[in-house]
């Protein structure tokens, strides 16, 4: 096992879960509750910032709930701040332009951001039970549509 391979951010990961964290490209982390996909996001965004030397603001980590946004960002947060180099402390002074947020409030940022260029203001605000009931529509639709899968019976 080789320096990288053997730091202390990935120490807690089992072998699947420290290939996703080391993988060479982008990747999407994909498992139930309880898996540890927020420790397996949180290893890989700072194996890219100290492993790598890609610059935090460059990394965009992405979950589905706040709880786990926080969670990452706290984990990131206290990871880097257990380096001891002056590349790690150099990108946890930038730590407030960490991109760790939900896929949600992204696409709402890129939305604000160009709003007026298609004649919105950038104030909308997302009505989150008609999204709620949207979404429960399309899911059944889908059900309804899909119910013979052997995936769907499982």
Known sequence: MNQIESAPYLARLDEAQRRA?????SCVVTAGAG???????ASRFVHL??????????ILALTFTRKAAAQ???RIYLALAEQNSPWA???LEDFQNAQI?????????LLRDAARDFGYTPGFAVDADSCADLALSIAQRYVRRNRNQEGLRE
Do not use: H
Not at 35 to 41: D, F, I
Not at 101 to 109: N, P, Y
């Open 101 to 109: 947020t939900t896929i949600d409030s992204f696409c709402a940022a």
């Open 72 to 74: 990452m960002y706290e």
């Open 35 to 41: 898996a540890g996909k927020t420790t397996v996001l």
């Open 49 to 58: 910032v100290v492993g790598r030397k890609i610059p935090l603001r460059s």
């Open 89 to 91: 402390r150099e990108q």
């Open 21 to 25: 964290a080391l993988a060479g490209e």
